[in-house]
T-cell receptor, first 112, second 110 residues
């Protein structure tokens, strides 16, 4: 049973526009959520996180929104840049940042 | 500060062979993890450790063993490799507030 789901395998966005990546989860015990970015042949790199006590966290061009009632989080990237082209994974945990459960990933392509 | 390193980067095995993947971190992190990444499946936790001398099963532990004899090293062993273990393996370490990943090991079992 997939506890963390990213239902869009891929997303294509024009450079300069907003990219919105979505993630749903089923386990109401999750209290910490993270987004990772992955380039080919590299390990995932941490992007941004949010605790369940918040509904928004912002870091430069990246903002994560959490809707606990809907068990949904989203990552907004604005403006999108070509270097943002990568696979994005959302992850969740009920033990801080330990034992992360990952979604399937969304491949984001930024078109010039 | 090298972060999280993994050895080897690539490996091809025949069915039934054994091997050990080595993970090392120089950040004095207590927690270490082994994940595997397969197409369409995201990253799935194989085994993890919350400190030197401890190990625990993750989501997909069957066919793997691990050891954490030293705090900085976390070894993943395959005793009898199977084609279903063809995957990219990522090691990670954490202080509890952030998880850092290694570059990965691409393993092919023929």
């Amino acid at each position: 049973d997939q506890q963390v789901k990213q239902n869009s395998p891929s997303l294509s966005v024009q450079e300069g526009r907003i990219s919105i990546l979505n993630c749903d989860y089923t386990n109401s015990m999750f209290d910490y959520f993270l987004w990772y970015k992955k380039y080919p042949a590299e390990g995932p790199t941490f992007l941004i996180s949010i605790s369940s006590i918040k509904d928004k966290n912002e870091d430069g061009r990246f903002t994560v929104f959490l809707n606990k009632s809907a068990k949904h989080l989203s990552l907004h990237i604005v403006p999108s840049q070509p270097g943002d082209s990568a696979v994005y994974f959302c992850a969740a945990s009920n033990q801080g940042a330990q034992k992360l459960v990952f979604g399937q990933g969304t491949r984001l392509t930024i078109n010039p | 500060n090298a972060g999280v390193t993994q050895t080897p980067k690539f490996r091809v095995l025949k069915t039934g062979q054994s091997m050990t993947l080595l993970c090392a971190q120089d950040m004095n992190h207590e927690y270490m993890y082994w994940y595997r990444q397969d197409p369409g499946m995201g990253l799935r936790l194989i085994h993890y450790s919350v400190g030197e001398g401890t190990t625990a099963k993750g989501e997909v532990p069957d066919g793997y063993n691990v050891s954490r004899l030293k705090k900085q090293n976390f070894l993943l062993g395959l005793e009898s490799a199977a084609p279903s273990q063809t995957s990219v393996y990522f090691c990670a370490s954490s202080t509890g507030t952030g998880v850092l990943f290694g570059p990965g090991t691409r393993l092919t079992v023929l």
